[in-house]
């Protein structure tokens, strides 16, 4: 049985490990994962649950990374689980973090389904869920959001050191 002090080691390790950057970067593979999906199989009845759930999956790492910058831990950041929602409302009321109204609408939509894990569980009945478009629209623009607080600080002006370092 692991002492209190390998624990306390194991505990910092997965904390440090755990990088705001590293959450951003499998938000956005998850994000390419729909796409590539979508752009091959672009009805909205194939392949359902995976789409949606990589855009949900791709939306709490998306929140979990801003979480990460701001200073959580990770077990502050596991504990909230898979609830979009919360994990919202958690960046709303201790970081000042506002979501648009049609960002903040189509997190409720799905969250419902996504925290259930009703896209990884095959359940009966119909799920009201927003249009697909939509919904990956909304995943993009906080993807772009995400990127220039966390990649950039926030600060334009650093833009223009990471495309004039790629010269």
């Known amino acids: 049985m ?6 306390s080691e194991a505990i910092r ?13 499998y938000a956005v593979d998850y994000y390419a994962g729909y796409e590539l999906i979508q752009n091959s199989e672009p009805d909205f009845i194939k ?8 855009l949900c ?9 801003w979480l990460k910058k701001k200073g959580a831990t990770y077990f502050e ?3 909230l689980g898979h609830n979009l929602e919360d994990i919202m409302a958690v960046l709303h009321s201790k970081h000042n973090l506002i979501f648009d109204a049609s960002s903040q609408a189509m997190i409720r939509l799905v969250n419902q389904h996504y925290s259930n894990k009703e896209f990884e569980y095959s359940l009966r009945g119909s799920k ?30 650093k833009l223009r050191e990471v495309t004039s370092a790629g010269d």
């Open 2 to 7: 692991p002492s209190k002090q390998e624990k």
């Open 13 to 25: 390790q997965l904390d440090e490990r755990t990088s705001a950057r590293g959450l951003l970067n």
């Open 47 to 54: 392949l359902f649950a995976v789409k949606y759930y990589l």
């Open 57 to 65: 999956h791709s939306l709490e790492l998306i929140m979990k990374a």
């Open 77 to 79: 950041i596991k504990k």
């Open 128 to 157: 009201t869920v927003p249009v697909i478009s939509d919904l990956a629209d909304t995943v993009r623009l906080l993807i772009s959001k995400a990127k220039f607080d966390i990649l950039l600080d926030g600060d334009p002006r």
